[in-house]
């Protein structure tokens, strides 16, 4: 089974702040997505990398950053933090040649 | 603009019930469809995909049908459970190489028991 985690479920930061998410997968995928969830707009894809060290912009880019120094590790950066990113904020995999993309549980962020 | 839309926010269906959730694409492009289903504060798990060469797929008591001339797919549930209650996401890939999902906005489904 594919095994995707996130480092928190839930987060709670002040405007302004730097913010890390991190995620990590154990199938040895290549590619790997960050995306926020909100209500009545579905899953938005923010930023994606389909290798090690190479990222692409996705729907919604504007304000954040990645990093992907490892295969299995993919990092979503908030540079500084605003009331709007206030949302649920999930992990996939993909690999192996197929098209299926492999969730995490989600990070829930709350800027205040 | 919305290549991947369901337009039904919310369906309710009895248990025992067949439940049908729907959705239409524009993009011609498209040629592999995923559901996704979803429960509150956790990640999306897969569900059934269907490549576009078929028009049927089953797993069980989820069944995806495709209708390529009509731009839309819909999955079927018989018989629903109250353990189906979720959000389902219809998603979509162009395929030749392409990373990307474009996700419908998820119709919310409630079994009934």
């Known amino acids: 089974d594919v095994k995707v985690t996130q480092s928190s479920r839930y987060l709670v930061k002040r405007t302004g702040e730097k913010v890390f998410l991190e995620c990590v997968q154990d199938m040895d995928h290549e590619n790997m997505f960050w995306y926020r969830q909100d209500p009545g707009l579905g899953l938005r894809l923010i930023y994606f990398?389909?290798?090690?060290?190479?990222?692409e912009k996705g729907d919604i880019p504007e304000g954040y950053s990645v990093s992907r120094e490892k295969k299995e590790r993919f990092s979503l950066i908030l540079e500084s933090a605003s009331t709007n990113q206030t949302s649920m904020y999930l992990c996939?995999?993909?690999?192996?040649?197929?098209?299926?993309?492999?969730f995490g549980p989600g990070t829930r962020l709350l800027v205040l | 603009d919305q290549q991947v839309k369901q337009n039904s926010p919310s369906l309710s269906v009895q248990e025992g019930r067949i439940s049908i959730l729907n959705c239409d694409y524009t993009?011609?492009?498209?040629?592999?469809f995923l559901w996704y289903k979803k429960y509150p504060a956790e990640g999306p798990t897969f569900l059934i995909s269907?490549?576009?060469?078929?028009d049927k797929n089953e797993d069980g008591r989820f069944t995806v049908f495709l209708n390529k001339s009509a731009k839309h797919l819909s999955l079927h549930i018989v018989p629903s459970q109250p353990g189906d209650s979720a959000v389902y996401f219809c998603a979509a890939n162009p395929g030749a190489g392409s990373y990307q999902l474009t996700f419908g906005k998820g119709t919310k489904l409630s079994v009934i028991p």
């Open positions: 990398s389909y290798d090690v060290k190479m990222k």
């Open positions: 996939a995999s993909r690999g192996g040649g197929k098209e299926t993309q492999y």
């Open positions: 269907i490549s576009s060469i078929k």
């Open positions: 993009n011609s492009m498209f040629d592999y």
